[in-house]
């Protein structure tokens, strides 16, 4: 029987050193796209897909991140006072229930595989998703609820895989094939960050991932892998074989929001969307593309 998904867990500890100094004293996952802050994007994301249950992993200089999930009595009752309601209800919308989100500490950043092992009491015998919330998808269906149907099918570990260009492996993690029917692909290997001659394909994951809990196994061994970081790819790796292990190729459009010119192109991607601010935008980028 495949277990249903419930939990996810959301690696908040990094260091953005990519978007210094934006991030000196604040978290990459607390910038806005829009009017939204990134971890709440992937929160989102993640109830659309039945999540119900949320664990952060946090590090220094990011308890923003747990204030934004806390309620605001003080800026609620003024906005009620003022008779905001639209703004209120923007916030009691964004509200978790209570218990619904816990965080725990990865004092030091040694990697992701090492951010997600923080968590093992949260995940404990149960299948879990992650979001990485730098890693922001624009889909009509979100992409962890395309990610947890797919895993209603095959069960076992699913990851979020997209096509990048041959010269840029060397940033991504990487899969080997054994079969892809176009949109599910059968995985035989993964590697991280290998080389453009070294890549057995182009298909990189991306954050979105739905795994078992047996990786904990493997990133309990804290092997270092690239950058002498402790990498999730290298532990599930390691479970190829022992079960199910699928690549989805989502629908939708990825923005690095951890990168600036990604996170410039998010932004525009998603107010062009927003009725509200779509025209504006649409309208300001005619006169700058032309200037
Ligand atoms: P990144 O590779 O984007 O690293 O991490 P980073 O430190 O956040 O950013 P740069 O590269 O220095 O600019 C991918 C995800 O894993 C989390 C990050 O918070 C991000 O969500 N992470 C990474 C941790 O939680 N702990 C780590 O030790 C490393």
Known sequence: MIKPLRKAVL???GLGTRF?????AMAKEMLPVVDKPLIQYAVEEARAAGIEQFCMVTGRGKTALVEHFDIAFELEATLRERGKTAELQALRDQQLPPGAIVTVRQQEPLGLGHAIWCARA???????AILLPDDLVLADTPCMKQLAD???ETGGCVVAVTEVPHDQTNRYGILDIDS????LVSVKGLVEKPKP???PSNLSIIG???LVPE????????????GNEVQLTDAMARLIGQVPFHGLRYEGTRFDCGDKAGFLEAQIAFALKRPDLGPAVRAFLRKYATA
């Open 11 to 13: 690696p908040v500890a």
């Open 20 to 24: 210094l100094p934006a991030t000196k």
């Open 122 to 128: 949260f995940i404990g015998d149960d299948p879990f």
């Open 150 to 152: 797919a895993y209603a």
């Open 180 to 183: 892809d029917d176009g949109r």
């Open 197 to 199: 001659e070294l890549a």
């Open 208 to 210: 979105r991932y739905v």
């Open 215 to 226: 990786v904990l196994r493997y990133l309990s061994c804290m092997e270092r892998g690239a």
